[in-house]
């Protein structure tokens, strides 16, 4: 089965740097995805991380280490968009499993 | 444009009944994914399907079914034998390699 914990909140001030992390526990594991999702929306894609190390993406940076079962992603320069709930998933051939999803709050 | 669609947007069911939700993809993935969210929640998986003729259950499969005639299309149907339908409900294409892509999502209401 699948077991994976993030943060249920997280608040930030705008402009500062936030990490989220996420940690699993997997009977089979290929790479992790990160989303990201606005009240009432899809999900859109941040990153897929599949072998060890950090992936920079402008602000946004996503580290897995597959070894510890462990992964975070990192927001900088917050701004008030950034204002989301954060999921990460796990793949195992072709079935995800998410967790349950970081709230994140940027205040001015 | 390459992507998902997702239709209704809005559906409102009554006790009881069954209704079908429409997942369409022209991205050319093989693999199809049904999620449900509940307010506050992450995503469960409900279904998916690795290839065309054939789909896996996910973690809450009870009271739905699914089936994938075409590889573009994978409609779900919400039946009766599911207690608490109400939630949103959202597809989604992959290659396996790549990003994950969703459609809009169809928030699903039981009167």
């Known amino acids: 089965g699948q077991n994976i914990d993030q943060p249920t909140e997280m608040t930030a001030t705008e402009g500062a740097i936030v990490q989220i992390n996420c940690t699993y526990q997997t009977s089979g594991f290929n790479g992790l995805f990160w989303y990201q999702q606005h009240a009432g929306e899809a999900p859109t894609f941040l990153s897929y991380n599949v072998l060890d190390g950090l992936e920079e993406k402008g602000r946004f940076s996503s580290f897995l280490s597959r070894s510890k079962g462990y992964s975070y992603l990192l927001l900088k320069e917050l701004q008030m968009k950034d204002s989301a709930s954060y999921l990460c998933?796990?793949?195992?051939?072709?079935?995800?499993?998410f967790g349950a999803g970081t709230t994140v709050t940027v205040r001015a | 444009d390459g992507g998902i669609t997702q239709s209704p947007k809005y559906l409102f069911r009554k006790e009881g009944q069954n209704v079908t939700l429409s997942c369409e993809q022209n991205?050319?993935?093989?693999?199809m994914y049904w999620y449900r969210q509940d307010p506050g929640q992450g995503l469960r998986l409900i279904y998916y399907s690795q290839i065309v003729n054939d789909f896996q259950k996910g973690d809450i499969a009870e009271g739905y079914s699914v089936s994938r005639e075409k590889k573009e299309s994978f409609p779900l149907t919400v039946t009766s034998a599911q207690k608490n339908p109400t939630a949103f409900y959202l597809c989604a294409s992959w290659d396996k390699y790549n990003e994950q892509f969703f459609g809009p999502g169809t928030r699903l209401t039981v009167l």
């Open positions: 998933a796990t793949t195992n051939d072709y079935k995800l499993s």
């Open positions: 991205l050319n993935h093989d693999a």
